[in-house]
Structures are given as structure tokens and as C-alpha cells.
């Protein structure tokens, strides 16, 4: 059974500094992979999606890598700003079950970023 | 594109009492459709995959009479907490797959529904 885990669970930072989340799945038979974030009582919004062929991919200021075989993905936020306060979660969809495909998600980081 | 609606964003209704929530796909159809429920400051659960015209498929520990879904065309689904209790006070989203501008199939979520049960 997939598990995605998310580390920190919680991060605090003040404005202008580049972070790192990081997520990491255990099992590598993965089709992509999501990041997503979601403010205070709200859906969730897509950020980036990395097919499992793809390195990296990139938007504005963020940035995430994927290296499938050791079963870790990271986000890269740059010079970050208070409106990039929110959790932001990663998911992965497995191989072999179509275009409908269930996702497994991460436990979740929940950023501040302060003034 | 790719817009996926909830409704309503919030309900509350006394312990006992049925609650239908609602998940359409507003530009596009879709087949498939899937639930999930969030408690506070925890992660998304998969509850079932809703099938247009047949039955809903669920997830290992979710009761299937409580949790009622039907789709029944193919641009909504509908999700009916039965006989809620205040354990079933939760956040749940739907979600819906389509092709979004990567050219890949990715699934598109809806804004959620707060139900609190009191």
C-alpha cells in the first residue's frame, strides 16, 4: 500500500526567504505526481503536476523535482511571501489503472510565512 | 477549465438528519467522480469512486449504507450522509478527472463542503 509522508509537518519563515518541502512516497510505481495547496477551509488548488518521466517542472517562483527511484519529491518556493501561507500537500497517482486514477496523498505541510 | 463545484459550501443540521451534497463539473463530463473527507488539520481520505450509471466503489472501513452516492448523469454526482452524527462533522471534496494543460489526465477538486453535525 502507498504511503506519502511530508516533512516538516509545519514550517514557519519570514518573507523573502527560499524553502524546501519535501514529500516522499514508498512505492516507486508512480504515473506523476500532484502538488497542491489549500488555504483555511477551501479546496484544493493545483500547483504543479511531474509525470514520472520528468525531473522537474516549474511556475513563477516554485519549483519541484521528482526523483522517482528513491521515492522523493521536493518543492522549491522562492522568495516566499506572506500570501504563500497555506498547507500544501502532495499526491501520487499510480501506474496501470487508467484515466481516472485514485490518489494517495501526503500528510500535509502547513506554511507561515511572516512579515 | 476543468471547473469543479460543491454544493453547499457549509451545512449544519441536528444529529439523525440526512445531508445531500452535491459535486458538479461544470465544462466538462465526467465518468468518474471521487470523494474524499478531511478532518481538521489532517490529510485527504479517499471515501469511494463514484461511477456514472452504476454503483459507487468504496474504500476499505466506509460504510456504503451511510455514505450514499449516485451518479447519476455525467456531469454530477451526489454524496448523502445518512443518519448523520457528530462524528460525521468533517470536510468533504470532491474531485474530477480531466486533460488540464499539462495535456495529462489530472484530477480537478471542487471547493469542499463544511458539514457539521450537531
Known amino acids: 500500500k502507498q504511503e506519502v509522508t511530508q516533512i516538516p509537518a509545519a514550517l514557519s519563515v519570514p518573507e523573502g526567504e527560499n524553502l524546501v518541502l519535501n514529500c516522499s512516497f514508498t512505492?516507486?510505481?508512480?504515473?506523476?505526481l500532484q502538488w497542491f495547496r489549500q488555504d483555511p477551509g477551501k479546496g484544493l488548488t493545483s500547483l504543479l503536476l511531474?509525470?514520472?518521466?520528468?525531473r522537474e517542472q516549474t511556475s513563477g517562483r516554485l519549483n519541484a523535482s521528482l526523483d522517482k527511484s528513491s521515492g522523493r519529491s521536493t518543492l522549491y518556493i522562492a522568495a516566499s511571501q506572506p500570501g504563500d501561507s497555506a498547507t500544501y500537500l502532495c499526491?501520487?497517482?499510480?501506474?496501470?489503472?487508467?484515466?481516472?486514477?485514485?490518489?494517495?496523498f501526503g500528510t500535509g505541510t502547513r506554511l507561515q510565512v511572516t512579515l | 477549465g476543468a471547473v469543479v463545484s460543491q454544493h453547499p459550501s457549509w451545512v449544519i443540521c441536528k444529529s439523525g438528519t440526512s445531508v445531500k451534497i452535491e459535486c458538479r463539473s461544470l465544462?466538462?463530463?465526467?465518468?468518474?467522480m471521487f470523494w474524499y473527507r478531511q478532518f481538521p488539520k489532517q490529510s485527504l481520505m479517499l471515501m469511494a469512486t463514484?461511477?456514472?450509471?452504476?454503483?459507487?466503489?468504496?474504500e476499505q472501513g466506509v460504510e456504503k449504507d451511510k455514505f450514499l452516492i449516485n451518479h447519476a448523469s455525467l456531469t454530477l454526482s451526489t454524496l448523502t450522509v445518512t443518519s448523520a452524527h457528530p462524528e460525521d462533522s468533517s470536510f468533504y471534496i470532491c474531485?474530477?478527472?480531466?486533460?488540464?494543460?499539462?495535456?495529462?489526465?489530472?484530477?480537478?477538486f471542487g471547493p469542499g463542503t463544511r458539514l457539521t453535525v450537531l
Open positions: 474531485s474530477a478527472p480531466s486533460r488540464g494543460t499539462s495535456g495529462v489526465n489530472e484530477q480537478f
Open positions: 512505492d516507486s510505481a508512480i504515473y506523476n
Open positions: 511531474i509525470q514520472s518521466s520528468q
Open positions: 499526491a501520487v497517482r499510480p501506474v496501470g489503472t487508467g484515466t481516472a486514477s485514485k490518489l494517495t
Open positions: 465544462d466538462f463530463q465526467a465518468t468518474t
Open positions: 463514484s461511477n456514472e450509471g452504476s454503483k459507487a466503489t468504496y
